[in-house]
């Protein structure tokens, strides 16, 4: 199947992280290489290095950003000081990222990523490790119970958990169409009429099978650290759990003293590292969600470093 991702928020994000046509920038999620070839193309004597745990979205981006100053990398982002320093790479000028899953990786039913095709429960992005199948059919009620409420957010998550344990007694729950049938099964009739009662589900799945939270705490994180001052970082975020952990960060990088309100002068010492280049998010235009209803969720957050 040929990697197709629909680019959100391209001029935004770009414009966003880009500041000069001879620095070094790095995209930390390359997919299908939409955001990296807009800013290839500003490229004078500067450099790209593109990350993306998923083969197939790596193979893709060399095929899109052949000609161009980039390194393309298949690690996770979390990894990024290990692959700089290998580079030889110690301050960057911009980084972006556009986080979750690719439009490719919902719309190959192989990959088991999406409930509305029946495939083998797998969800791994980097094709590696811990599955789908895995989380399902060996982690404990109690488990299950928890990435169901923390990573969906699924107020039917101890329904659900019971529902999993139930059907697996019988034999291994393998397939997409089977743990969607089970959620659909666990959860009110009136909750089904709502809305589709697998989303939040199988997003607490995928999000526990690649580690996407811990992984994105700590890139922003090291990420940051290695911006030169003037440097920006551009993130797009689609769900509350990924926006929460960058808005916070970011709010945390902005901040400067500490102290005590009591106290009559500052002692901390501390001083904001970073600014934030719009207040509030950036979301998709009225044109950009006709042409693609899937950017509806996006929200881009911007942050210029000021000090280290």
């Known amino acids: 199947m040929e990697f197709r991702h629909t680019t959100v928020l391209l001029e935004e994000t770009v414009n966003g992280a880009f500041g000069d046509a001879d620095g070094i920038y790095a995209d930390l999620t390359a997919g299908g290489g939409g955001h990296s070839l807009e ?9 790209l290095i593109c990350f993306d745990r998923d083969k197939e979205a790596i193979e893709a981006a060399g095929v899109r950003l052949k000609g161009f100053p980039v390194t393309l990398v298949n690690r996770n ?38 409930f509305h095709n029946d495939a083998a429960l797998d969800m791994r992005m980097s094709g590696e ?15 299950l119970k928890r990435i169901l409420y923390e990573y969906g957010e699924e107020k039917f998550a ?17 397939r997409t169409g089977e743990l969607a049938e089970i959620i659909k099964r666990s ?23 690649n580690g996407e939270l811990d992984a994105l705490d700590k890139a922003l994180t090291d990420g940051f650290d290695r911006l030169k001052i003037g440097g920006r970082m551009a993130i797009i975020t689609f769900h509350s759990l990924e926006d929460r952990i960058v808005k916070n960060r970011f709010k945390e990088f902005c901040t400067g003293c500490i102290c005590p309100p009591e106290f009559p002068v500052c002692v901390c010492g501390r001083k904001p590292r970073g600014e934030l280049v719009s207040k509030k998010p950036i979301t998709p235009s009225t044109e950009e969600l006709a042409e693609n209803p899937r950017s509806r969720s996006a929200k881009l957050r911007v942050i210029e470093k000021i000090n280290d």
Do not use: W
């Open 39 to 47: 800013l290839a193309k500003r490229l004078s004597g500067g450099r």
């Open 77 to 114: 982002f979390a990894d990024m000081n290990e692959v700089f320093d290998d580079l030889g790479v110690d301050k960057l000028d911009g980084i972006m990222a556009d986080l979750g899953v690719s439009s490719h990786q919902l719309d190959d039913a192989e990959r088991g990523f999406s």
């Open 129 to 143: 490790g811990l599955s789908a199948r895995d989380v399902v059919n060996d982690y404990t009620e109690d488990e």
């Open 158 to 174: 101890p329904k659900i958990a019971r529902g999993i344990v139930q059907a697996r007694e019988g034999s291994p729950i393998e």
């Open 187 to 209: 959860v009110p009739a009136a909750y089904r009429r709502e809305k589709n009662p697998c989303r939040k589900s199988f997003q607490a799945i995928r999000i526990e099978v």
